[in-house]
């Protein structure tokens, strides 16, 4: 043999400098063990001294736990979900998993995608923005691989609907509460700009803003598909201020309602809020910017996100029992609806 060529040192050869057993070397690079500081410091010395590193696919055949953590979207163009891949990756890592991220077709069940998920024996998979199927959620209970459905529920029920967990906002109250907003600032004819007709978050915000109209007395005058799309939802503001327009707009998410801001102030040179009020859903730091300053209802992504990794932790460590859990909003006033009395 070469005598260029060394062999890795093993977690037994560590334990033996350290003196101590091969499971409590074991224990210390497995996140969440318990471990005396003392041995922990003697096996991260010894680790040291030999250059050992553990392998992550070895321990995960011994376990039979890889802890990767699927993420599947299909909606990026939204600026909130660059957020949620941030704060959840940053969540997993520290709880010694790791996020591998996969792509589905937009408007489309996450089917496609599926098989090559599952050959990557993953211990959990968070669908955000992405359509689970009755098909995914078969296949996932079937090898006991939880589902977490993040800001989204399916709306046709089904094993979609019972065999997975879901986190998101209160969508139903976040539409009551621009609905209340625009009647007591004085605005009197009220459009929608829908994301997706499929959308639970969609269609739970808009029926929120419709039950509270009704019950003030009024109702969605004018409404349109934005498909959070930027230029469609931009092509629907057209189509809606060509005929009867509104004087208060409530788009489905601040993607589009960023799109409906320059197009009314830009092309049809309306005045934002003084001829038109617009108001959007997620709060995500564009709409803060000095340009548009949207008034917008916050979904808080650190308690989603939160409910969402202990909701994992929970299933992967036990027997699948799926639950939904809600979060609240908040609204939050900036300049495009008029300031109160």
């Not at 799309?229 to 931009?234: K, R, T, V």
């Amino acid at each position: 043999m070469d005598r260029g060529m060394r062999t890795a040192p093993r977690a037994q050869d560590v334990a033996d400098l350290a003196q101590v057993s091969q499971s409590a070397v074991s224990r210390t690079f497995t996140p969440g063990a318990s471990v005396s500081e003392e041995t922990r410091r003697k096996v991260l010395a010894a680790a040291q001294k030999l250059g050992y590193r553990p392998n992550a696919l070895a321990r995960s055949l011994i376990t039979r736990r890889s802890r990767i953590v699927a993420l599947v979207m299909s909606y990026l163009e939204n600026q909130f979900y660059p957020l949620v891949i941030e704060r959840l990756s940053q969540k997993l890592q520290k709880e010694g998993y790791h996020v591998l991220m996969f792509i589905a077709e937009v408007d489309e069940a996450a089917d496609g995608v599926l098989a090559e998920i599952l050959q990557y024996q993953v211990d959990g998979i968070v669908m955000a923005s992405a359509m689970l199927s009755s098909n995914v959620a078969r296949s996932c209970a079937e090898v006991g691989v939880p589902v977490v459905q993040f800001n989204r529920v399916s709306i046709l029920g089904g094993l979609a609907r019972h065999a997975s967990s879901s986190v998101t906002s209160d969508n139903y109250a976040g539409g009551q509460l621009v609905a209340r907003l625009l009647v007591d600032r004085g605005y009197r004819r009220f459009g929608f700009l829908a994301g997706l007709e499929d959308s639970s978050t969609s269609i739970e915000r808009e029926r929120g803003y419709r039950d509270a109209l009704t019950e003030l007395g009024h109702d969605i005058a004018c409404r349109e598909v934005g498909h959070y799309d930027f230029d469609l939802a931009q092509a629907a503001v057209r189509r809606m201020f060509a005929a009867d327009p509104p004087d208060a707009l409530f788009a489905g998410n601040d993607h589009m309602a960023i799109a409906a801001l320059d197009v009314l102030r830009q092309e049809l040179s309306l005045r934002v809020p003084e001829d038109v009020a617009v108001v959007g859903f997620d709060d995500v730091p564009q709409a803060a910017w000095g340009a548009y300053r949207l008034t917008t209802v916050r979904q808080q992504v650190e308690p989603m996100v939160d409910a969402t990794v202990a909701l994992l932790r929970e299933q992967m460590q036990a027997e699948l029992r799926p639950r939904d859990i809600v979060i609240p909003c908040s609204l939050v006033e900036r300049a495009t609806v008029r300031a109160g009395p």
